[in-house]
């Protein structure tokens, strides 16, 4: 299987151009946000080796879902907001996020009413690595000034 760096960095709670009627995300405190954070990154991380084996290899590119969670914790209605460009990279990502136990227990009041978003670069060295996280830092931006906004809890990148 070809060595792969993949980056489901640190998940962060982020609150973006929310609607006006929305409820605003609460995060309890940072060092709980980021102790949940590690926690989901070694989680998630864990989780894409896991697909992979079963599933294959990724292909190096960027996935990008968006999902709510259930009464237990679990993932659930993904959707691929951004698409590698590959069946099997995408398949993986959604496989991944889709054994994640722990997002039920994000420090964020509400956790059910929530969207979760998780950016996946898969890269096969650090140069590209470095080089898909600019890309995804830049989309993000213009998705933001296009007012294709929402209040999410974001997970990687």
Known sequence: MTNFVKLALAATAMTVAAPAFADDIVVQTKPQMDQWSARVTNELNSALEKAEWHNGASKPG???????????????DISVMRSSGNDRTDDNAITAVSLLDSLGDAPVSSVANRTFQANIVFARN???????????????????????AEEVILIGG
């Open 126 to 148: 650090d140069l590209q690595k470095v080089n898909f996280v600019k890309e995804l830092r830049q989309s993000e931006r213009d998705r933001m000034a296009r007012g294709d």
């Open 62 to 76: 960027i996935v990008q879902l968006r999902f709510t969670v259930d009464q237990n914790g679990k993932a659930e």
